[in-house]
């Protein structure tokens, strides 16, 4: 190798040898005041999930009775042979408009009767008749006994009489969800970083004694999803007005603030628990009446962020269990155990120097605190691999970043400026 040659590889080496010092004084600006992982305090230590399980879901379903029990705005079909139609016809029969979802028959037999407000019907020459919280066989003995025995209208046993359940009465119920139960999330190619997402605002109709949690939503999409909090929540209509509600909802407002300011009746349903701890919800509570609002919450401030040698990115934090700072810079494409095979191998293929060899394994985590302030924490990941204490768990709004040491920027280099000479077949 002649003397020229020497002196270009001699500068280079200088010139890498500055940038590294450059890059290395950078990086101990930022560790400064960090604290080291193992001597980090109890009270900033992320929070561990408490070992839970999942609820019984038929819980949040009323159970139906075993006989319809009738109520307002129920539509009956009610014939009565000389009354409501003629002897010498049959009972009209006509078909209705089917409902998704709707356990109503497609065919309706009778004269529609609409039951009022205060739960009775209107039949002609007769008194009002109360039928609310009655079953249909009740409903049908009342009508014979009304127009035989008390009005003398029909003759005890010749009397024609056919009710039926035409429609049952529905709840208009308000579903708000921001966990994208109708269109999946966009992710970003090669991470998990959720770019995208679509809520939905659905007013639905449930049928009595189907009118619960489990029916709203199985009708719009489902059990909340990933990117939703483990949590539903239940806003009373007749207490909130509705739309003040819903518009402070669709605005950010946390529904817990709403129960600490006394603003409505609401209701926090969990979908999983503490083994062994009493359920906060009971079966009145799970029932959906006119006006109110079933609202899933979306978790995307759970999240994380990398910077560094990590691709800049925002990373979503799982709901149901705990990662430590290992598992996130897994999530976030780093390689916390090492370089990859490929690369290298493309590498020597190609002729150049070997590459980053040496892995850096020095962590920056920046903690925002609970009084507004942040901390630093340090951690070492080659000693993270074997000491627990180093093994930080992750929690929402840290940021990541990844930094080689100095002498890993030093071997690096050196290993850069080889010049492998050999060919893989």
Wanted: neutral net charge; proline residues 10%.
């Amino acid at each position: 190798m002649d003397e020229q040659t020497l002196n270009q590889q001699g500068r280079w080496t200088a010139i890498a040898l500055l940038t590294a010092c450059l890059a290395c004084s950078g990086c101990a600006t930022m560790m400064k005041g960090a604290i080291p992982a193992s001597q980090l305090p109890p009270e900033l230590m992320a929070q561990a999930h408490c070992p839970r399980t999942p609820i019984d879901f038929t819980l949040l379903r009323q159970p139906p009775p075993p006989s319809y029990l009738v109520g307002a705005r129920d539509i009956l079909g009610i014939y009565i042979q000389d009354v409501l139609g003629r002897n010498d016809e049959p009972p009209p029969v006509f078909a209705l408009l089917h409902t998704p979802n709707s356990s109503d028959p497609p065919l309706a037999v009778g004269n529609p009767v609409t039951v009022a407000d205060d739960g009775t019907i209107i039949l002609p020459r007769i008194p009002p008749m109360r039928v609310a919280g009655m079953t249909i066989p009740q409903i049908d003995a009342a009508i014979r006994r009304a127009y035989t025995m008390d009005s003398r209208i029909l003759q005890p046993g010749q009397e024609v009489v056919t009710v039926t359940l035409i429609r049952k009465r529905l709840h208009r119920i308000m579903v708000i969800r921001e966990d994208s139960p109708a269109v999946p999330p966009i992710l970003k190619p090669r991470d998990g970083t959720l770019i995208a997402r679509r809520g939905t605002t659905n007013a639905i109709e449930l049928p009595s004694f189907e009118n619960d949690v489990l029916h709203a939503l199985s009708q719009t999409g489902g059990l909340p999803g990933e990117d939703a909090r483990n949590e539903i929540w239940v806003l009373r209509g007749a207490a909130n007005g509705g739309a003040p509600i819903i518009e402070q909802l669709q605005n950010g407002i946390d529904p817990a603030t709403l129960v600490t300011n006394g603003a409505s009746a609401i209701v926090r349903i969990p979908l999983s628990v503490v083994p062994g701890s009493a359920l906060p919800f009971g079966p009145a509570d799970i029932v959906l009446n006119d006006g109110d609002v079933l609202f899933v919450q979306s978790r995307m401030g759970d999240c994380f962020y990398t910077g560094g040698l990590l691709p800049g990115g925002q990373f979503l934090l799982p709901r149901d269990y705990d990662i430590d700072i290992i598992n996130a810079i897994s999530l976030a494409g780093g390689a916390p155990h090492g370089p990859a095979g490929f690369p290298l191998i493309a590498q020597l293929r190609s002729g150049s120097g070997p590459g980053n060899i040496v892995s850096p394994s020095r962590v920056l985590v920046i903690r925002k605190t609970p009084s507004g302030g942040q901390i630093k924490i340090y951690i070492d990941l080659r000693k993270a691999l074997n000491d627990p204490r180093e093994q930080v768990l992750v929690q929402s709004g840290d940021t990541i970043y990844l930094f080689w040491k100095p002498w890993e920027v030093a071997a690096n280099i050196g290993l850069n400026l080889i010049n492998i000479q050999y060919t893989i077949p």
